[in-house]
């Protein structure tokens, strides 16, 4: 199979939303893929960064390159920011549903961290729920169909999430609720310093519970046509079952994972 750079890029950096995105009809896939980009740029702003005033810059950065494609300006000499300037001069993407997930992202770089479970919930439907849902537009949906993905889309980033503390922890960062962690007997500091503790592990298993039976209860009734984001359904399924029941979820992914998202996407239902 022969990729554009930025559907390689995409497939290089998020492989789970790569491989949903096969699904999309074949003239959206190039949008949708070079939203994955995007997303991703978006979601190591902070990581790459070395204080939070320089996630900010980075954050505006892009910003700047979403409003000079609005003004027909000339696009960035940057290996995401070419296609995605000429995704939104060709009307492929809405620049107001990428400006939002940029706001969305400013949470990350709050040195307090995410203060309260509504905060969390508000972040994560607007960072991994703002994807699907601007996914949803790049596909054709109306907004009000794009807007059923949205809980889909923070379901499969709490499983991101609560799978990922660990690797966090390495960074020096910790991105759970921190009334969740008090609640616990935690605090950022201890995630960060012993992020294999058993109260950690146990209020990981729990709110993946949670984020589970969120995600039961969640609309499915998005048209076909915007299958493609609601796949990541599928995984988050998995990846929170998993966690619930104090399992690892295995990175890279394995074949049952993929056979999964598979199988959802040739039936067409989630």
């Not at 046509?225 to 029941?245: F, G, H, K, N, S």
Request: aromatic residues 6%; contains cysteine; proline residues 6%.
């Amino acid at each position: 199979m022969s990729l554009s750079p930025i559907a390689a890029f995409a497939r290089a950096h998020d492989p789970d939303r790569f491989l949903a995105a096969l699904f999309a009809p074949p003239e959206r896939r190039e949008a949708i893929f070079t939203l994955i980009a995007f997303n991703h740029e978006l979601a190591r702003a902070r990581e790459a960064a070395s204080n939070p005033i320089a996630a900010l810059i980075r954050l505006q950065w892009w910003r700047d390159a979403l409003d000079e494609a609005r003004a027909g300006k000339p696009a960035r000499r940057h290996e995401v920011a070419a296609p995605l300037h000429a995704a939104i001069t060709a009307g492929s993407l809405d620049p107001a549903a990428l400006g939002a997930m940029i706001d969305a992202r400013e949470a990350e770089a709050e040195e307090a961290g995410i203060p309260t479970e509504a905060d969390f919930v508000a972040w994560l439907r607007g960072t991994a729920g703002g994807f699907a849902y601007a996914a949803g537009l790049a596909l054709g949906g109306s907004a009000a169909d794009a807007e059923k993905l949205r809980a889909l889309g923070a379901a499969y980033g709490l499983g991101g999430v609560l799978r990922s503390v660990a690797a966090h922890a390495a960074q020096g960062r910790c991105l759970l609720p921190m009334d969740r962690l008090a609640a616990a007997g935690l605090n950022a500091e201890a995630v960060i310093s012993a992020p294999m503790a058993p109260a950690l592990a146990a209020l990981c298993a729990e709110m993946a519970a949670e984020g589970l039976e969120a995600l039961r209860t969640a609309p499915r009734d998005a048209p076909k046509a915007l299958a493609a984001p609601a796949l990541l359904a599928v995984l988050a399924a998995r990846d929170l079952r998993r966690l619930a029941a104090g399992k690892v979820v295995p990175m890279p992914r394995g074949v049952a994972d993929r056979l999964a998202v598979m199988w959802a996407g040739w039936r067409g239902r989630v």
